[in-house]
Each structure stands twice: as C-alpha cells, then as structure tokens.
C-alpha cells in the first residue's frame, strides 16, 4: 500500500526528559526486570527503594541545586526502584494500557504515567514547595493534603513522605488522600505504600473520578498537578474548580500560582534554532537573541486560590463551562508579522520562591497555538482556524470541555 | 429461433465459471475481451484457449480484425458481464439478438462503473441484478429480466459480489430463453436515476471525519472491502486501512470528530464523530492485520489523537 512519507509541518518540540533517563527507562521496559521476586528479594526491594526515594529527596532539598548529572543519577536510581514496585503491583493489560477522554479531559495509560517522574525540575519545585507549605502549618494539628490525579507514583509528594518518615516527622498529623481514576495506577500506588512503609500517613487512597470526591476532611494542602503543556488537556481547571469548595480556611493549593502569558515568536527560532545546540531544554539554557525576539502579548489568565474564588463560569454546551480569560492585542507596524505564530507559556510558583520556569518541564513547554493564523490565510484551512489581522484584539477563554485548553476569539 | 451461437464480452477473471458453464452446454463460440490487456486478460486468455474457447483482443489495432471474425461465427446473442470497458457500437450489432450486458443495480438506479461500491455505501437493503440491451449510452438500454437480491447490514463489497455470481446463471438462462422469443416483453428504461456508480478515486476512499455518521462510515467501509482496503485511515505519518468499523455507545463528549476517545483491551479502539462514536474494529496495513486495540499499541497511537481526513502531505499549515 502506499506509504506517504512527508515531512510534518508540527513544532517539534524540545526534549525536557535528559536522554539517560530515558535510555534508562526504555532499557527497563525491553527488559522487563527479569528479576525474581521472593520476599528476600521483596525485602532488599523495600529496602531499596526507601532509601533511594531518602537520598533524592535530601537531594531535593538542599538550598543549593545540585549538579544536574547529580540529580539525572538520584532520579535513575530511584525510577528503577519504583519500575520494580509497579513490576509487583502486577497490572493486567487493561490496567497498564487503557487511555480515555471523559468529560474534563484526558485520562492517560498508566504505561505512560510511569516516567512522569523523570521530569528532574518538576519534582523538584513541587517536593520543595510541599515541604515549606507544611513547615509553615501547625504541626500539632492534623493536616489533609489531597493529591487527585496523582498517577501510580504521586511522585511530588511520596518521595517527601518516605523522608519524613525517615526522620520520624509529621506523623500522625499528616493525613493524605490519593485519587486517580485509573484502577491501575491506585493498585501501583497501594503497592508502593507498602513498600516505602508509609500507610501511616495515608487517609485513604481512592480510584474514582475527581470531579466526584467529597471529602470527609476538609482540604488544608491541595497538591494539584493535572495539566499538559500549554494548560490543556487534562482537568486541572475543573478539578480546581470542584475542590475549591472543600478546602479549609487556612487551606493552601499546590502551586500556589500557575500563570499563562501569550508571545509571539517565529516557530523556527523558538522552537528549533533556541535548541538546537543543547542536549536537553531548560530555562537556564533560553537564548536571550531569540527571547528579545519575542513580542510579549502579556498574561492571559492566572490560577491562584484568590483567583480560584472569583472565578466566573460561563455555560457552555451541554455539559461543559468556559471560564472568561484577559484580552491581548496583536501589535501593529511589524512588517513580517504573518510569519509569527502565537504561542502560550505556563510559568508556575510552586510556593513561596520555588517556582517553575518556561521550558524547565514538559509542562512549562510554550505550546503554539496553530489555529490563529495572524495577516495570513492557511493554504489549508482547517475548522478551527481563527483568521486575525495586526491590531485585532484577541479575547481567551478557558475551555472546560474534555480537551480542555484555551479558545482564542476575536474581540 | 434457438439460441446456440453466443459471444461472451468480459474483461475479468470473475467471468471464468460463467463462461465454462455456457460451454459446457457448448453455447459459446468465443469470448472477446476489449481494452488494452493487463495481466488478468492475459491469464483470462490463457485459461480459456486452454478449454479450446476462442478469444478475440479488441483494442485499438485489431477492431477490424475481430470484426472480421465475429461476422464469420455469426452469433445470435452477445453476453457481457464483469466488462470495464466501454466498446463502440459496430460489435453490439453483430449478434442476432443484440448484446446483452448484466449490470449490479436496479437500473436505471446506480448506473455507471462501481455500482456495487456506491449502493452498500448508500446504505442500500436490496439491490438487483439487471439484465438490458446494450445500446448507444451507458447502461440505458431496454431491461430484458430483472433479480433482486438482498444486500445485509454485514455485507461487504465482495459478500454482495459473491450473492449475485450465485444467481447469475440463472439470471442467464432466463436470457437465454427470452432471447429466443427476440425479447419481445423489453422494457424500457426511464430517465429517473437519483444516484450514480461513478468510478471510484482515492479522495473516496478517505474518512470525511468532520461530517460522517457512524452508519454512513460502517458503510464507507464495508463497501470498500475487501478489495479497495475499505476506508483510509490518517494520523501522523501513519496510513492504513480500515476494513471494519461498528457504531459504538460511549460518549464522544463533544471532542473533534477524528479524535481517539478510547483505547482499551476490553473496548477496542474508539474514535469521535460529530454525533456520537466508531469503534475501529479491523486494521490493516504492510506490516497486518490487527484489531483496533492492537493497532493503537503497535503504532502508539492513544486517547487523545486525531484521525485527518486526508494524509499529510495535502496539509501544509504555515
Ligand atoms: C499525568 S498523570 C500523573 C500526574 C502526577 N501529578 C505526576 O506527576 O505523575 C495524570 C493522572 O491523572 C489521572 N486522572 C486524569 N483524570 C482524572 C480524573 N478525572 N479523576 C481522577 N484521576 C484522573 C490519570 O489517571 C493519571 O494517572
């Protein structure tokens, strides 16, 4: 038959993962671990594990940031000890390889959720994050931290756990409630609790959907992280949207402060020239030529638990909402101008000073957003394009659909 | 008058049976096959002078010749069926009786060169098997007998192929006998004719993911199969063919249509329409044939993709 072998015309994006991350899970997926597990071996795996997941995490919150091999080596070692605790959880296919879309997003296989813990910079910002959150709370009270879609390893969080129960703190008064929906990753994350012995800092750990939780505590700590680059796909937005109910009146929301900007740039020079002579992305390595290029439309929405509060939803469809965003303005008098494209960065504060810069992971990678063509027409139109010329004021509104994402519109 | 002295005009490998049951009951005094020869009217010839059946070329450089030799059998009936050529006129008055060409539809419905193609894709229940003169237009001529025959909600392009190659000698030898009364009860076609059977190109073959339902896809599919590989699927650099789909229940919670609403061991492969969902059950490309849940695993295509209606060396974006 034929084969149509063309080049795309998508923005190859930059690679965040370092590549010996994943060489290393690769490796791991070719070989299965052919590792035989009787207790002996299940007792030097729980060993194992406890105190690699011990080391990264002290690792994780030394003021100075190490090293980045250092790191890429912490984070190997650990990857392998979780790969052998999902080895154990011992997922049937269905478990390990079904993805679906439901009514507030993506819901991806926990094949693919398993190396989401090699996003180095992620982790990092987010175990640092939580531990001066929970420094600052009362240690003496019970606090609930909710973590909903947090995947087979809630690596943002139970690194940070095995270390406290390392040093012996926070218990009892830490209460945690995991929730995924797929019955793949709850049966993982069971699984590693036991092996990083920890169950005492567990509430309850539930397969379900987000959008139907109701807790019995209210939230003092809500950890969430349920986004892809570019705010889209997956149900942060709703997700926040349903537990701000929930959460106590001291509560405080992981990332404290998740912001969207708009720029302009050529595709070219942001995606491809900025990269092509580094390994890996990273904020540290952003070519300052190419950011001066940029023409910088300001931000388009911001997530914080103020915002969070006077959110006004609008209905949309049936089943879905949108949520009224900021307006920007395509500049005027720049001659080449159609050959920009528009784009959308996420920057995220973390908490207090820790923070998540553009390109520093997968989900701070500016994404472009091809649909908005500005003083062109496309040469194949598709059904969503957005024809804009220079000066058009261009209004955003947050889709809360099941892709959720932005929808540019012309004010 | 008896009818003994018949031509056969064909020009596919699907005649052969036909025309060895005619000879068997030594009624065929050649075959002619028209065009420029392919290999199939090559093995067609080949197997026919092999039972002693004459055979006649007919294209550019031997009309006159073969004219020549048709005058001198001096048949009294032409046959034609599975023919994909159109001939010019001097051929159809030799017979006695004229030329009698067998066309898969109820003509004057679905006139033209894949009518089986368009009738499943239509979403047709009954079809018939039309017997008619051939005279100076394409499939207008005066129908001589008429059978129906059922087209099922499963079948295929072949399944129905296959229904009427069974009825068809009978569908013959009713031929037969009426040409032996000069087709006296000919009836002729009206002009009403609301759906034609144009060849088919490969824009057909694509999946027109923004309009189609979930019926009018199963039946893309099934009326391309198994011969054109059913419908064309798209995504990324990816093409294969979809050679059975079915209606599916889940939600496609309004996602664009072509977008991956599922993958799943249990429930397969499941795409969005504009109004509710497909299941893509049967796949194939160069390297098999797989299930739809399997052929999402092998080229990891998951939930969230989008099937583009054409490949995508016609879509350049910027
Ligand atoms: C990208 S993954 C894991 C994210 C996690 N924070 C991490 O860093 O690994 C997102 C997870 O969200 C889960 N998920 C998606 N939608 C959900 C929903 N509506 N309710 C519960 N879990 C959901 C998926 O099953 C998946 O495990």
């Given amino acids: 038959m034929d084969n149509y072998k063309t080049t795309s015309t998508r923005v190859t994006m930059p690679a965040v993962q370092d590549k010996r991350l994943e060489q290393m899970f690769n ?37 100075s940031r190490p090293d980045h091999d250092q790191l890429a080596d912490a984070f190997s070692e650990s990857n392998i000890r979780l790969l052998n605790s999902f080895k154990l959880a011992d997922l049937n296919e269905t478990e390990l390889n079904q993805s679906f879309i439901n009514k507030h997003g993506l819901v991806i296989s926990v094949k693919d959720t398993l190396n989401t813990v090699n996003d180095i910079y992620r982790v990092r910002s987010f175990i640092r994050g939580i531990h001066s959150a929970l420094n600052e709370t009362d240690s003496s009270r019970v606090t609930h931290i909710v973590y909903p879609a947090c995947g087979p390893f809630a690596p943002l969080l139970l690194p940070l756990i095995r270390h406290y129960k390392a040093k012996g703190v926070f218990s009892p008064n830490l209460k945690i409630s995991l929730l995924d929906i797929q019955p793949g990753a709850v049966k993982v994350l069971n699984q ?16 379900m959907d987000v959008m139907d939780y109701q807790p019995e505590l209210p939230i003092d700590l809500l950890v969430l992280e349920a986004l892809q680059h570019g705010f889209t796909k997956e149900g942060h937005m709703a997700f926040a949207c349903h537990l701000s109910q929930f959460l106590s009146a001291e509560a405080r929301m ?17 995606y491809v020239d900025q990269w092509k002579d580094q390994e890996r992305a990273h904020s540290d390595f952003l070519d300052s030529e190419i950011q001066n290029e940029r023409i910088m439309l300001g931000e388009i929405f911001s997530l914080t638990l103020e915002t969070l509060k006077s959110i006004k939803l609008i209905p949309f469809g049936e089943n879905a909402r949108l949520v009224e965003c900021n307006q920007i303005t395509i500049p005027q008098d720049i001659p080449d101008i159609n050959k920009y494209i528009l784009n959308l960065a ?19 990678c500016p994404v472009p957003d091809m649909s908005v063509c500005i003083d062109f027409k496309p040469k194949a139109p598709e059904p969503d394009d957005l024809l804009v010329k220079s000066g058009d004021k261009i209004k955003f509104y947050y889709k809360m659909t099941a892709t959720p994402g932005f929808l540019p519109t012309i004010a | 008058m008896n009818i003994s002295n018949i031509i056969v005009i064909t020009t596919g490998m699907e005649s052969i049976n036909l025309i060895s049951l005619l000879h068997s009951k030594q009624l065929v005094k050649g075959v002619v096959i028209p065009g420029a020869w392919g290999h199939i009217q090559h093995h067609l010839n080949e197997q026919l002078r092999a039972a002693g059946i004459p055979c006649f070329p007919y294209g550019k450089d031997n009309i006159n010749q073969t004219l020549q030799s048709l005058q001198d059998i001096s048949p009294d009936l032409g046959l034609m069926f599975f023919c994909s050529e159109k001939l010019d006129s001097d051929i159809y008055r030799i017979p006695g009786q004229g030329v009698i060409n067998i ?35 394409l499939d207008t001529g005066p129908v001589v007998a008429q059978k129906l025959v059922e087209i099922d909600p499963y079948d295929t392009h072949h399944c129905v192929l296959g229904r009427m190659s069974e009825i068809l000698p009978s569908l013959i030898d009713e031929i037969i006998d009426k040409a032996a009364d000069g087709f006296i009860d000919r009836r002729p076609q009206t002009d009403q004719c609301s759906n034609l059977a144009p060849r088919i190109n490969q824009d057909d073959l694509h999946i027109d993911w923004s309009n189609i339902t979930s019926e009018a896809l199963c039946n893309q599919v099934r009326a391309g199969s198994p011969h054109l590989g059913g419908a064309h699927l798209f995504l ?41 969902c497909i299941r893509l059950d049967i796949v194939a490309n160069s390297e098999g044939v797989f299930d739809g849940y399997r052929y999402a695993c092998l080229y990891d295509f998951k939930a969230g993709m989008q099937f583009h209606k054409s490949p995508l060396l016609n879509q350049q974006g910027h």
Wanted: proline content about 4%; charged content about 20%; glycine content about 6%.
């Fill in chain 1, 27 to 63: 490796q791991f997926l070719r070989d299965q671990l052919a590792a035989c597990m009787n207790t002996d071996a299940e007792n030097s795996h729980q060993e194992a594990l406890q105190h690699s997941l011990e080391q990264l995490t002290e690792l994780l919150l030394i003021n």
């Fill in chain 1, 192 to 207: 590693l609790i036991d092996d990083l012995d920890i169950r005492e800092y567990i509430h309850e750990v539930l397969c």
């Fill in chain 1, 254 to 270: 992981i990332p404290e402060k998740l912001s969207v900007t708009a720029f302009l740039n050529k595709g070219q020079r942001e």
């Fill in chain 1, 346 to 364: 996420v920057n995220i504060a973390t908490y207090s000073t820790e923070t998540l810069n553009e390109y520093d992971s997968g989900i701070t």
């Fill in chain 2, 103 to 137: 066309h898969a539809s109820p003509l004057p419905e679905y006139r033209g060169a894949q009518p089986i193609y368009w009738q499943i894709r239509n979403g047709e229940t009954r079809t018939a098997l039309t017997a008619h003169i051939v005279d100076s237009s």
């Fill in chain 2, 236 to 276: 990324g650099q990816s093409v294969a063919q979809l050679l059975q789909a079915s209606a599916s229940d889940i939600s496609n919670f309004d996602t664009p249509p072509g977008t991956i609403v599922r993958v799943s061991p249990g429930e397969g492969l499941i795409v969005a329409l504009k109004e509710g």
